[in-house]
């Protein structure tokens, strides 16, 4: 029998190392699926977990997070579907996450498989941010109408005035990317004009596969550098409802971030998606739910393996959670539209709602095949909840059988135990180490204080 080299037999002890194992268990737990993800330490893994389990629209309800500083990590995810079951096909569950958690996949800041599901190949990505007013994402579609450009993916949110879109086109006649350097910097140049926003407003990028894009995070990444984090409260914002806190804890070296908000879908990617693009490292972590509030504590150190050092640090890691917490919060009525793609159909829609004074907040446009599936979050042009006969107003024109209304914005996720007995019904900032605590001293990392 021929018998490997020791340098093979240490290459595949290495490999085995550093390759996540992953359990997906619906026997544990009564009320959820059970999600365990051991590897090898390595920044951004967390991420890669939280995005594939999004990814696959799976809600996480609670769980935590604990490692040994450094050379491996645990992750427990206590998962329910939409309507807060147990997730029913676990084996689609667990290759998804294999498939994102593998070895090969996680080189640093790559990011994740794209949430949409864009059709593959080569497709041309316009980026576009600027001081978000009343129309504007009407404007963008009638210029790329305009230009010939087929929308075939987009999205686009508001916060704090601006607004940040992705947009994936093709040329309307070939249906391939528009790579022409002419047309690029002709496409560039009006939406430019569009958006106000001087050299900064719109980029075109020739991705050679759309799927190595994650919308959800590029869209975070747009607005942090854009400096929407930083806008003062007001200009028709809603007073925050979200606490952000971050402490010190000296003896072990570390910084405590505590986030206690309402509860949604992809809350958890959008903290854990914040705090890797600022360079932060989650060593430790619990996070949990009670009816429709949240709260997750994490314990984290920048990547050089120092805490959060100075005031200014940790004012802009506070904003920087806030934000992004808040802008996916979409406010407004939630409009539902599925109708046979044809060409200028985003002009036409958001045009009818410029002329009834509706105003976009979020918008998420998916093509699949002939059909396009759009979701617009809509209020009126003063930010404030629209008219029931305005929206009525809309349907109707556009069509009955094409456009609805979503009226429960949000699936509830959790069961509604606790929502009674938990006082104040407010965001509330909980102790220092309150819930890792309790975890690290389960798992015998740290003595128990009880």
Known sequence: MDRCHPSEVYELFVRHMNTPRVVVDNGVCATATLVQVHSARKHGVLLEAVAALSDHGVCVRKGYISSDDGRWFMDVFHVTDAAGRKVADDDALLARLESSLSADALPPRTPPAAEMATAGGAHTLLELVGADRPGLLSEVFAVLHDLRCGIVDARAWTHGGRVAAL????????????????????????????????????????????????LDRQLHQLLNEDGEADTPAGQGEQPTTTAVAVQDWGER??????????????????????????????????????????????YIRRLDGQPISSAAERRRVIQCLQA??????????????????????????????????????????????????????????????????????????IGT??????????????????????????????????????????????????
């Open 167 to 214: 947009v994936f086109v093709r040329d309307e006649e070939t249906g391939k990317p528009i790579d022409d350097a002419a047309r690029v910097r002709r496409v560039e140049s009006r939406l430019r004009h569009v958006l106000r926003g001087g050299a900064r407003g719109a980029r075109t990028v020739l991705l050679a596969d759309a799927a190595d894009v994650n």
């Open 253 to 298: 070296g570390y910084s405590v971030v505590t986030v206690s908000c309402r509860d949604r879908p992809k809350l958890l990617f959008d903290v854990v998606c914040t705090l890797t693009d600022l360079d932060y490292v989650v060593y430790h972590g619990t996070f949990d739910t009670d009816g429709d509030h949240a709260q997750q504590e994490f």
């Open 324 to 397: 992004a917490i808040e802008r996916r919060a979409s406010e407004g009525v939630r409009l539902e539209l599925r109708i046979t793609d044809r060409r200028g159909l985003l002009a036409y829609v958001t045009r009818v709602f410029r002329e009834n004074s509706l105003s976009v907040t979020h918008a998420e446009i998916t093509t699949r095949g002939d059909m396009a599936m759009n979701v617009f979050h809509v209020t009126d042009v003063a930010g404030r909840p629209a008219d029931p006969k305005t929206i009525d107003d809309v349907i109707q024109r």
């Open 401 to 450: 059988e094409s456009l609805r209304v979503d009226e429960e914005r949000w699936p509830r996720l959790c069961s509604t135990e606790g929502d009674a007995g938990r006082s104040g019904g407010g965001a509330g900032i909980f102790s220092l180490g309150s819930l890792v605590l309790k975890n690290l001293a389960s798992l015998g990392l740290i003595r128990s204080c009880s």
